[in-house]
């Protein structure tokens, strides 16, 4: 018979959510035997490429009911979490660490070392002040659960233990999940959040790495509309904008299997008449200017040009000649300019989803199943999600948090 290891907790998924849960068990429920079980070589693999590798570890919005407003799916539970485990939390637990957090001027929040090192560096330490042991490149194959423990199959071993974290994150399909849904839970299918366009027959791509830091996007046939920076980018347009977009959006532009049209407006805070207006008096006012010269400051230079290619107008062109059907050519290119999009890439190395363990499976007041005594989960296994800018980070810091120290006897 194989020897059977025997622990006080266990916790699946070496990212984010499951190390701020363990160290939380061992910090405030007092759990000594804890073991973290990671399936891949690395622990926290996220926590290293977010931000850019400098790690966005919350926002800089601390009134909660606002905070919980960024999640397109999960702010109920998520408003829940943060009352016992809020953005502050966050900033004052590195920080009594030795981790001092900066804000930045858009509001996300970063270690002031501007190394994403610095908070694996923090975990890791407090995993091994706690004694918590991390065994890598473990697969859990079976979970049953008994009336007073859990039996897990683990790389043909076998493991106990009294109390459960899973915080396997997301997956992009629903099959991802399969072992899970054995256990009796619901789950809401998956599907990519956070993510960029690509565009067919990309016209702008001399334009890539071209950002514009205020314009609107709106794609037709749906509410879907936010208004903020843009990148272009040699396969289409990413920027906080997109993203956002995205993330709202996530559900219906997978029903569109990512092909629709996007509509941007490069000055977003002037009217189609105003714009019409605008460009009507250069005509006299600068008559004898080449259009190809930068009327607007919202407006690149290089946008610029763009827009009055796109709209028939050649370099040689002067205010005072330019035609009415090439000036109503260039109002649409600045306020209604068309793309389609076909397909989608991930943002960068930073794989979100919606979808995960149904929020009505589990107690947000201490991330516990209602089903299963002694199950918890915690992070991106639920369906919650939030928008890019440290918004997801919260909810695995605030989610590991509740459900460990729910873990006291």
């Known amino acids: 018979?194989?020897?059977?290891?025997?622990?006080?907790?266990?916790?699946?998924?070496?990212?984010?959510?499951?190390?701020?849960?363990?160290?939380?068990?061992?910090?405030?429920?007092?759990?000594?035997?804890?073991?973290?079980?990671e399936k891949t070589g690395n622990c926290l693999a996220k926590v290293k490429v977010s931000g850019g590798g400098r790690c966005n570890v919350t926002h800089h919005l601390f009134d909660l009911k606002n905070f919980a407003a960024q999640y397109p799916r999960g702010k109920q539970h998520l408003f829940k979490l943060l009352f016992q485990f809020g953005p502050q939390d966050t900033i004052n637990w590195f920080e009594s660490r030795g981790v001092p957090i900066k804000n930045e001027a858009d509001g996300r929040m970063f270690p002031q070392s501007n190394q994403s090192s610095?908070?694996?560096?923090?975990?890791?330490?407090?995993?091994?002040?706690?004694?918590?042991?991390?065994?890598?490149?473990?697969?859990?194959?079976?979970?049953?659960?008994?009336?007073?423990?859990?039996?897990?199959?683990?790389?043909?071993?076998?493991?106990?233990?009294?109390?459960?974290?899973?915080?396997?994150?997301?997956?992009?399909?629903?099959?991802?999940?399969?072992?899970?849904?054995?256990?009796?839970?619901?789950?809401?299918?998956?599907?990519?959040?956070?993510?960029?366009?690509?565009?067919?027959?990309?016209?702008?791509?001399?334009?890539?790495?071209?950002?514009?830091?205020?314009?609107?996007i709106r794609i037709e046939g749906t509410k879907l509309e936010e208004t903020g920076p843009i990148l272009i980018t040699h396969w289409g347009f990413s920027g906080p904008a997109v993203l956002r977009c995205s993330a709202w959006g996530a559900r219906k532009l997978a029903e569109l299997n990512y092909k629709f049209n996007l509509r941007i407006h490069w000055l977003p805070d002037l009217t189609q008449d105003e714009i019409r207006d605008w460009l009507e008096k250069q005509r006299t006012s600068n008559a004898k200017r080449a259009v190809h010269s930068r009327v607007f400051d919202g407006i690149p230079a290089r946008?610029?040009?763009?827009?009055?290619?796109?709209?028939?107008?050649?370099?040689?062109?002067?205010?005072?000649?330019?035609?009415?059907?090439?000036?109503?050519?260039?109002?649409?290119?600045?306020?209604?300019?068309?793309?389609?999009?076909?397909?989608?890439?991930?943002?960068?190395?930073?794989?979100?989803?919606?979808?995960?363990?149904?929020?009505?499976?589990?107690?947000?007041?201490?991330?516990?199943?209602?089903?299963?005594?002694?199950?918890?989960?915690?992070?991106?296994?639920?369906?919650?999600?939030?928008?890019?800018?440290?918004?997801?980070?919260?909810?695995?810091?605030?989610?590991?948090?509740?459900?460990?120290?729910?873990?006291?006897?």
């Open 303 to 409: 946008l610029w040009e763009y827009l009055c290619t796109k709209s028939q107008i050649d370099a040689s062109l002067k205010w005072a000649d330019i035609s009415a059907k090439k000036l109503n050519l260039l109002v649409e290119a600045i306020s209604s300019d068309l793309f389609e999009v076909q397909g989608k890439t991930t943002f960068k190395e930073e794989f979100v989803t919606c979808g995960g363990i149904k929020l009505s499976e589990i107690d947000s007041s201490t991330c516990m199943s209602k089903k299963i005594p002694n199950l918890y989960f915690a992070g991106e296994v639920l369906d919650v999600d939030g928008i890019t800018g440290g918004f997801n980070f919260q909810h695995a810091w605030a989610s590991g948090f509740v459900a460990g120290k729910s873990m006291k006897s």
């Open 118 to 216: 610095s908070i694996i560096n923090c975990l890791m330490q407090e995993c091994e002040n706690n004694k918590i042991e991390i065994k890598l490149h473990s697969t859990v194959t079976e979970i049953l659960p008994t009336n007073n423990y859990f039996e897990l199959t683990v790389n043909d071993e076998k493991l106990r233990c009294k109390k459960l974290l899973i915080t396997t994150g997301g997956h992009p399909k629903k099959e991802g999940f399969d072992w899970l849904h054995k256990l009796g839970l619901a789950i809401e299918p998956p599907v990519p959040s956070l993510f960029t366009f690509n565009v067919k027959n990309h016209t702008m791509v001399s334009l890539m790495g071209l950002s514009v830091e205020h314009a609107r």
């Open 1 to 37: 018979m194989k020897r059977v290891f025997v622990y006080d907790l266990i916790v699946i998924g070496g990212g984010a959510a499951g190390f701020f849960g363990a160290i939380t068990a061992a910090n405030e429920a007092q759990i000594k035997r804890i073991l973290l079980l």
